[in-house]
């Protein structure tokens, strides 16, 4: 599990940072830098609608987290071993305008 920060704000799963999914997937499998990777999971917090907060999702400060940026240190076996990562996006309306800002090329 690693602590993430989630600077994607338009998000229906951020809340105050924190991510309520429960588990994310960062894309990216040929990626030689953090501009390569995205947030697979990312859903589009569309103005007026899902602005409902999910009693079963709680944000938390740690998160499992898949990894398909296979050229990243920190992948093991398609999962994220960081100890902190943070997603960028902070105007994202997709996941492909999202990134793994603690990639690292191996």
């Known amino acids: 599990m690693s602590e993430l920060r989630c600077g994607a704000e338009n998000c229906v799963y951020n809340h105050g940072r924190l991510c309520g999914k429960g588990e994310i997937c ?9 501009g ?18 999910s009693s079963i999702n709680h944000p938390s400060m740690t998160i499992s987290i898949d990894c398909e940026a296979v ?28 990134s793994c800002g603690t990639f690292r090329e191996k």
């Open 36 to 53: 390569d990777t995205c947030c697979e999971s990312f859903a589009w917090r569309r103005e007026g609608m899902d602005s409902f907060t």
């Open 26 to 34: 960062v894309g990216g499998k040929h990626a030689g830098r953090c």
């Open 71 to 98: 050229k990243c240190i920190y992948n093991t076996e398609y999962k994220c071993t960081a100890k902190h990562v943070d997603i960028n996006g902070i105007a994202a309306t997709g996941s492909g305008e999202t």
